[in-house]
């Protein structure tokens, strides 16, 4: 026989379960949005441009210029899809729209090659398109290893190397990233509501006149969603597997402890919430005015190195920053926990301030 | 605890919601294993009162002490022994009444067979086997009673507080359910119930009369009626609206009702023979009526109880 905290904590437990069991919306919520957000942010946004639509005008047609376009075509982040007669043909294409960019290769381009004073080609770019300009101006700088005879002008004094993501890819950075962004987004709302729609309905009332007690009642609540919690990370962690060729390199225990303990924490503010809002909008609304500054400001879409310092504090009051230092760590750098003892300690100093905050702020009473 | 004690006694207590005194001095001293009923219109401060006794609400002034628990500071001693109903239903709606009463069982740590046990005697009891596995939230206005009824009362309560527990069920369910109230007291619980039905407040074996946050009367129904300062007289005519015009400059009339063909009359008790008097103004008008002293009702005593307080003062 369980000693009674625990039986009816177990109660609250079950109990929870049952009304999740029965509403098919929250449900469909725990599997549609990691779902949705994975095709937003996965598919829909994508800062890597890539197979843009370009042509090329090689005027000289010798063995060098037929290479240089074949490495640069290699990289894929042109496709050579037009071969326009001349410059005016090549400019018509790109001012209709047909391409975005063009390569320009003269006829004097063996006398240039010797010339080092003048460029040995021209790269026209569609300045209207957003991302076009960086991607196709870093390929015409990159030495690339089949440009031969460009030694003496071109090679640049630092090799760049990108380590853990070689090609760059934003869905590596950003999917593993996205499990904590989907988890903060669920976890605090739902909680939060779960709490408060006892009190809009008035269980409430009989709830606390029965000898359950504030900590027996917040961590009973909290049970029920660290598995649902866990499905999702689940569920994200398959669908960037699948889907986005994302590699795992840590352990798999060592993400799912590192899950739990940020589920709970966010659990934990979403109690905190609950404590606060008098109806299920009003938690509703205060779940998604943490929830901004959760995506902004913990480097999951953007680097927080360049923010103001004030910014930077902000940050570290966020588990989700934690979070997404964890989940970059183990799953893409292949690091132990152990090895991210401070991310692990801050999401666990979160954890039970926020428990107790919201068992102090919890008062058996309707006053 | 003293088991010769009232179940409950409170002194001075008041509350305040900002400019509203929703209570205000409250004396109460509820004698054990009897049906104490709080009687008042909306807004009189029942449910404050007895979210007070049961800790909910936190007194402006006063003191409480309940089972011989000083309420609130020991208010989760009190939360074994007491079982509370309130106004509005409030167990879970998606939860089937089944899985209502095991979790309140669990709640309150009954052994398993225990609760299984009591559930099925509350079963028994309440009637609960037609619709045991529906949803709470599709049950029928009494239905859900009987249903918070078992709930309030599974772990045995010795005090039992139930915030206007009939006011959405039929005059059969309601006597059902007294019958269910009268067998829990057979049994030594002490039960609080507010009501604003005279007929249900008439069964209490004592009550309060509430009106604006203040006890206005309290005692037993027939005592409280046969105490009443007032004289009750009807009036029975065919031309109520002249027999009303006929009345309507006296004094000492407190309070004047129709009922079909019938006038009920209240007058103060300084009139020596009010059949006379009130005969004499009828005939001054020419309205034939028939005139007599009635018994008071508790109806009577509540509405003398609430007359504005100013028509009280000579
Ligand atoms: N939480 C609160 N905040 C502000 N005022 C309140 C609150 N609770 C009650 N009141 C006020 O206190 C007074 C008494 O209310 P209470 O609910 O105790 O009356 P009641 O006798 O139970 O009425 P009813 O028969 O309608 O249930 C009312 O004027 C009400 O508006
Ligand atoms: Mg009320």
Redesign the interface.
């Known amino acids: ?1 369980l000693p ?1 905290p625990l ?2 904590m ?3 437990a ?2 929870e379960l ?2 999740m069991s ?2 098919k919306l929250t449900l469909a919520m725990v599997v549609g949005i990691p779902l949705l957000q994975m095709a937003i942010f996965g598919y829909g946004i994508n800062y890597d441009v890539r197979h843009v639509r370009a042509g090329v005008v090689d005027l000289a047609n010798t063995q060098a210029s037929r290479s240089l376009i074949a490495d640069i075509a290699s990289s894929q982040v042109v496709d050579f899809i037009a071969r326009p007669a001349g410059a005016d043909e090549l400019r018509r294409l790109i001012v209709s729209g047909e391409i975005h960019a063009g390569l320009y290769i003269p006829p004097d381009f063996e006398r240039r090659r010797i010339d080092a004073t003048r460029p040995v080609a021209q790269v026209i770019i569609d300045g209207t398109r957003p991302g076009v300009d960086t991607a196709v101006r870093a390929i015409t700088e990159a030495p690339l290893p089949g440009r031969t005879g460009f030694k003496r002008r071109a090679s640049p004094a630092i090799e760049v190397l990108t380590e853990f993501n070689p090609e760059r890819r934003t869905a590596v950075q950003v999917v593993p990233a996205l499990i904590g962004v989907i988890l903060s987004m669920t976890m605090v709302i739902f909680t939060a509501i779960a709490l408060v729609r006892e009190r809009e ?3 409430l ?8 007690r504030s900590i027996e009642l917040m961590v009973g609540k909290l049970l029920p969603y660290i598995g649902v919690g866990l499905i999702q990370t689940t569920l994200v962690l398959v669908a960037g597997v699948v889907l986005f060729d994302v590699p795992i390199n840590g352990s798999l225990l060592d993400l799912y402890l590192g899950a739990g303990l940020f589920i709970a924490a966010t659990l934990g503010l979403g109690l905190v919430i609950s404590t606060i809002a008098a109806t299920q909008f009003q938690a509703m609304q205060l779940g998604f005015f943490t929830l901004l500054p959760s995506i902004l400001l913990s480097g999951f879409a953007f680097p927080f190195e360049g923010s103001p310092r004030v910014v930077q504090y902000i940050a570290q009051v966020l588990p989700l920053t934690h979070f997404v230092e964890i989940l970059r760590g183990v799953i893409l750098r292949g690091a132990t926990l152990g090895a991210l003892w401070l991310p692990v300690l801050k999401l666990a100093v979160f954890l039970v301030l926020a428990v107790a905050l919201a068992a102090v702020r919890f008062h ?4 | 605890m003293n088991e010769s004690g009232a179940a409950i006694e409170a002194h001075g207590l008041t509350r305040r919601f900002g400019a509203v005194v929703a209570v205000d001095h409250a004396e109460l001293s509820i004698p054990r294993g009897r049906i104490y009923g709080f009687l008042g219109p909306n807004g009189s401060g029942k449910s404050t009162t007895l979210r007070m006794l049961c800790g909910l609400i936190t007194p402006t002034s006063g003191t409480i002490r309940v089972l011989g628990l000083d309420i609130p500071r020991q208010a989760e001693a009190l939360r074994t022994l007491m079982g509370y109903m309130t106004q509005r239903f409030s167990l879970w709606e998606d939860l089937s009444a089944r899985e209502n009463l095991e979790f309140m069982a669990s709640v309150y740590t009954l052994e398993p067979g225990h609760a299984a046990q009591r559930i099925g005697a509350a079963v028994e009891e309440y009637h609960l086997a037609e619709f045991f596995e529906r949803p709470a939230g599709t049950l029928s206005g009494g239905q859900k009673q009987r249903l918070a009824l078992a709930a309030a009362t599974l772990h045995q309560p010795s005090l039992l507080l139930l915030d206007e527990p009939t006011s959405a069920v039929d005059p059969q369910s309601r006597r059902d359910f007294w019958e269910s109230l009268f067998a829990l007291t057979a049994r030594g619980t002490t039960i609080l119930v507010s009501t604003h039905y005279m007929d249900e407040a008439e069964r209490c074996h004592a009550l309060a009369i509430l009106d604006r946050g203040r006890i206005v009367a309290n005692g037993a129904p027939k005592q409280l009626m046969a105490d009443l300062p007032l004289q009750v007289i009807e009036i029975e005519t065919e031309d109520t609206v002249g027999a009303r015009a006929a009345l309507h400059g006296l004094d000492s009339l407190r309070s004047l009702a129709q009922l079909g063909l019938r006038l009920h009359a209240l007058l103060a008790q300084d009139v020596a023979d009010p059949v006379a008097c009130i005969e004499s103004l009828l005939a001054g008008r020419g309205v034939k009526a028939r005139v007599r002293r009635a018994e008071a009702s508790l109806e009577d005593v509540f509405v003398g109880a609430t007359l504005p307080r100013a028509g009280q003062e000579h």
């Open positions: 026989m009674a039986r009816r177990r109660a609250i079950v109990k049952r009304q029965r509403d309905r008035g269980n009332e009989l709830l606390i006149t029965t000898p359950v058996k009473r309707l006053d």
